[in-house]
Structure formats: structure tokens, C-alpha cells
């Protein structure tokens, strides 16, 4: 069996949504590029996609990419404990119903807003500097 497509991501608040005319699989393969050469880590890799087939079922391609780099986490540690729950932060390639893929992510400045009150504007800084790596990261994605 196959399941339908849901229909592709759109814009939202605190998103950033992107599609390409890419591949699924050739989106994943940039944004891992992109993100190690940008000086950050890809931390986690999972999607349904793969079990689903395992089960006999056929569904779009989707693959969420947690990424975060070691020095932000230390000094996000330093100054919220909580705030690291949210790391690593999720990059999400998600296949279209034509073939194409869609990058989207939440923006690392609205992950750490709930821990702003804790961690100051240091923590701001640090969630705008997150947030500049990301689009970069995203850039070199899609380009």
C-alpha cells in the first residue's frame, strides 16, 4: 500500500520553508555537505520513510537532519541548562509529490526564545549567530 501526500510544507511562523527543484535524495546529500562545511555537525538522522517501506508501505520521502556545532553548545550550556533540549536543532528534507524536495526548519532564534528570559542576550546572540549559520547552511543547500 501507499499513502497520499499530505500536500507540500508552506510558510509558517518562525519557519523557514524552501522548496527546490532537487531530489529528495540529492537535498539530503547537499544539505549533509552544506552543514560539515559550514563547521557545523550533523547530530541525529531519522525519518519514517525506510521503516514504512520495511512494513510494506510506501510514503514520501522525509528525513529530519538534527545539526548543531560543539562550541555553541558549551556556551549555550553556560548559560541556560534547559535551552540544550533543543539542541540539536532540526533540518527537515521532505519530498514532493512531483520528485522535488523541500528544505525546512524552524529558526534557531524561535527554538531558543522560550529560554531567553535565562540566558540573556547572550543567549540572543548566540540564537541570531545559529540562525546566520543556518540560512548559510540552507543557502548552500539549495543553491
Known sequence: ??????????????????????????LIDDLKSAVTS???????????????AQRGITI???QVIGVFNNDVAVRTLALSTAAMIEAPIRMYVSENEDGSATLSYKTP????????EEG??????????VE?????????AVE
Not at 500500500?1 to 540529492?26: I, M, Q
Request: hydrophobic content about 40%; glycine content about 12%.
Open 109 to 116: 532564534t524561535m527554538v531558543f526564545a522560550p529560554y531567553m
Open 60 to 62: 514520501p520521502g522525509n
Open 120 to 129: 540573556g542576550e547572550d543567549l540572543a546572540a548566540i540564537a541570531q549567530e
Open 1 to 26: 500500500p501507499s499513502l497520499a501526500f499530505a500536500g507540500p510544507l508552506t510558510e509558517r511562523e518562525g519557519w523557514v520553508v524552501t522548496p527546490t527543484d532537487k531530489t529528495y535524495e540529492v
Open 132 to 140: 546566520d549559520a543556518f540560512a548559510t547552511i540552507a543557502a548552500d
Open 38 to 52: 559550514n563547521g557545523y555537525g550533523v547530530v541525529t538522522q531519522a525519518g519514517p520513510t525506510g521503516a514504512a
